[in-house]
């Protein structure tokens, strides 16, 4: 699986960026598709995740209410769209997936995820 994260620049606080994450060589065992952040000097933390099959979701309480997680199935890509952003958002993003299927409660750990993306950054100006 190879996934390819793009969308990010600078934007000011309460601006919005869309990212997109395209994977290639999915199979439906790679499911779900995630989004973590890693802000400088911080470890990486989840952000969203959603399942390519039933479209469950689930959000990172700081990003609940501004963040949504999008697919496009024939598309093979996953959406980020990111409202209301705040300084404390900025970070590099990185799409990820498992390299097989995860049940809800395992979705946010970094380490259960096999396949990343090359990171794209994301900065917000206050």
């Known amino acids: 699986v190879q996934l390819q994260a793009f969308g990010g620049g600078l934007v000011q606080a309460g601006g919005s960026l869309r990212l997109s994450c395209a994977a290639s060589g999915r199979t439906r065992t790679n499911n779900p598709m995630a989004w973590f952040r890693q802000a400088p000097g911080k470890e990486r933390e989840f952000v969203a995740a959603?399942?390519?099959?039933?479209?469950?979701?689930s959000y990172e309480d700081s990003v609940k209410g501004r963040f949504t997680i999008s697919r496009d199935n024939p598309k093979n890509t996953v959406y980020l769209q990111m409202n209301s952003l705040k300084p404390e958002d900025t970070a590099v993003y990185f799409c990820a997936a498992p390299r097989s299927r995860l049940i809800r409660s395992n979705w946010y750990g970094v380490h259960v995820y096999h396949f990343w993306g090359q990171g794209t950054m994301v900065t917000v100006s206050s």
């Open positions: 959603m399942s390519w099959t039933d479209g469950a979701t």
